[in-house]
């Protein structure tokens, strides 16, 4: 689905906190296929939008024309307001799944965390998708 995943410092140093997350973080990086970037200016976003978290905002301001991923739901319609085509958590879980980067145990692990941590909670049947 793509070939190098372009993320933001501001995004790295939030999904390294992860104890799930940092691993295949760390072998994605080392591997080439995810890309840490400077962000764009955001203070103009901030302004506009200040319920956002510094990593939403940077993505938003740095995405262009690539799409953007976005774990918060309202951050995704904000970003989908500023004309972003967006990809979410359920979305690259599927494929990482699909492409063998990530099993079943530790998509359950995620969706955990999600909901421990973020509050995120996937839909009935996205889980079960997920979790088959």
Do not use: H, W
Not at 55 to 69: C, D, Q, R, T, Y
Not at 103 to 123: A, G, S
């Amino acid at each position: 689905m793509f070939d190098k995943l372009f993320i933001t410092v501001e995004v790295y140093e939030e999904l390294s906190r992860s104890r799930i997350l940092v691993k295949p973080l760390a072998k994605s990086l080392k591997k080439g296929s995810i890309e840490i970037m400077e962000s764009s200016d955001f203070a103009n976003l901030q302004e506009k939008y200040p319920e956002l978290g510094v990593g939403e905002l940077s993505v938003i301001a740095s995405a262009g024309n690539k799409i953007a991923f976005i774990e918060d739901r309202k951050a995704e319609k904000i970003a989908e307001k500023e004309g972003l085509a967006v990809f979410n958590i359920p979305e690259l879980l599927l494929v990482c799944k699909k492409k063998g980067l990530i099993d079943r145990e530790e998509i359950r692990q995620i969706i955990e965390e999600l909901k421990d941590k973020d509050r995120y909670y996937f839909k009935k049947e996205v889980e079960e998708i997920l979790l088959r």
